[in-house]
């Protein structure tokens, strides 16, 4: 087994796809993303898992809503202080 593989933070899954659904990329480089996405993760608790669809039998609709919530606020954060450090 190879842990850096098989094992992975879920909410790296929910930053992303939150990036994705709101076209970040039309409007940031690559790079300024991937710093974007740093800065939310390190906001963000850890749920590791092996594989995506383990989430869909644990979480329920309430608990995926939070944690959506959560992500959408720590890109917020993440984004307005690298607006403030002129990364942008």
Do not use: W
């Amino acid at each position: 087994m190879q842990l850096d593989l098989d094992i992975h933070n879920f909410y790296e899954h929910l930053v992303v796809e939150h990036l994705e659904d709101n076209k970040y990329s039309r409007d940031y480089e690559k790079e300024f993303l991937a710093d974007l996405c740093c800065l939310a993760l390190t906001q963000l608790p850890a749920r590791y898992i092996r594989h995506d669809i383990d989430m869909a039998f644990f979480l329920n609709a309430d608990e995926r809503k939070q944690m959506s919530e959560e992500v959408e606020e720590a890109i917020a954060l993440a984004l307005s202080y690298l607006k403030s450090k002129g990364e942008d």
